[in-house]
């Protein structure tokens, strides 16, 4: 196994690598305060970033809200700070009342907080991004499931669990029954996650028979991109705003 010595930055003697280390990590003042940027990166490509504040007994070490900036500025926000919550267990850090990631730290703590609060907000906003299609697909589930029971009452059902070919217990936003048919809709996001599992579903319960009408609410067809004709081999699919003619012909065709 080969050894390696510690050394000073200043001792570094290659010059690019020099550089390339100085770049990884750099310190800026604003009075008696420091921003220090890592290497670490936010979805959106912003490098993230740690303010140390000297205080009284020791440092404030924080990200002052700069997770949450990020996680706003991609309508990613709504779940950040459920994330930021369970971090304090994980990794011991505060979230605050302005949205701020934080550890209090004495002058030997100072690195070990900022490496803490760097990362805390670095992973509190990749989760929040990856939470953003199921935000959507509640949101939009709920709207439509209104509007199914505001037009067919009692026959409209929420949230409803349906075991599939494969013994697969699959939910749904919501279905109509008619008869002996059932009309299953479910919200689809133009995301990886919410496609690849809207068409395993759909794709399973076809195979339960005709009594079974997929159908796959999307909030724009063109947004949807290049998932859409995936989609539609496998389910009906209607935008959530159509009208209530529409909503009926999907269906009275069904029943």
Not at 27 to 49: D, E, F, Q, R
Request: hydrophobic share 40%.
């Amino acid at each position: 196994m080969m050894a390696f010595d510690q050394i000073d930055r200043s001792a570094i003697s290659d010059p690019h690598v020099r550089k390339a280390v100085s770049d990884l990590v750099r310190v800026s003042a604003w009075g008696n305060a420091y921003l220090v940027t890592t290497s670490l990166v936010y979805p959106s490509g912003a490098i993230v970033g740690v303010r140390v504040v000297p205080s009284q007994g020791g440092y404030w070490v924080t990200d002052f809200a700069m997770g949450y900036r990020e996680a706003e500025a991609l309508e990613a926000h709504r779940s950040f700070g459920s994330h930021a919550g369970r971090m304090k267990d994980d990794l011991g850090v505060e979230y605050t009342d302005g949205h701020e990631i934080r550890i209090f730290a004495n002058e030997r703590q100072i690195a070990w907080a900022i490496r803490r609060v760097d990362y805390a907000s670095f992973r509190v906003m990749q989760k929040a991004f990856h939470s953003m299609p199921e935000w959507d697909e509640q949101e939009m589930g709920a709207a439509l499931y209104q509007r199914l029971r505001d037009m067919f009452g009692d026959s409209a059902e929420p949230n409803v669990h349906i075991i599939g070919s494969s013994n697969l217990d699959w939910k749904f936003a919501a279905q109509v029954k008619i008869g002996s048919r059932r009309v299953v809709f479910d919200v689809v996001t133009p995301y990886y996650t919410s496609v690849c599992s809207a068409v395993s579903k759909f794709t399973d319960i076809r195979r339960l028979g005709e009594n079974i009408h997929p159908v796959a609410v999307v909030d724009d067809l063109e947004r949807m991109g290049k998932w859409l004709p995936l989609v539609t081999q496998e389910a009906e699919v209607i935008e959530d705003d159509v009208g209530e003619e529409t909503l009926r012909s999907v269906v009275a065709e069904a029943a």
